[in-house]
């Protein structure tokens, strides 16, 4: 089975727990769609700036990002900054080996790279 790794940058508050449920149900669907070819784990950091506004947000959390990469990010097959901002992107992309994405910076790299296919 492959392995993404979806790295919710900023520490997850009880606010932030009820939007995660959108990134659950892509887990299993991606899971049961690929017939568990694909599977995807889903974390947060630890601490940090609790919501990414601008770069400023983006600097004080880039650190914790990347420690989640250095620690767990071999484990996987590919890895999603899952912010807009695309927070730690580049230097996440240093310091592994497997592919980074982030949801705006070319997304359609995981679908060359596996070869999904949805419909």
């Not at 400023?56 to 990347?66: C, F, M, R, T, V």
């Not at 912010?83 to 992107?89: A, I, K, R």
Request: glycine share 6%; aromatic share 6%.
């Amino acid at each position: 089975m492959k392995k993404i790794l979806d790295i919710i940058p900023v520490p997850l508050t009880p606010q932030l727990e009820n939007s995660t449920k959108d990134a659950y149900k892509i887990a299993k669907e991606l899971s049961d769609k690929t017939n568990n070819s694909f599977g995807m784990d889903i974390i947060s950091i630890n601490k940090g700036s609790t919501s990414i506004e601008d770069a400023y947000d983006e600097a004080i959390n880039s650190p914790y990002i990347l420690e989640k990469i250095k620690d767990i990010g071999s484990n996987y097959d590919a890895i999603v900054i899952d912010c807009f901002g695309d927070p730690g992107l580049d230097a996440a992309r240093e310091i592994t080996k497997v592919p980074v994405i982030g949801v705006t910076r070319h997304p359609h790299i995981l679908h060359h790279k596996f070869h999904l296919n949805f419909l």
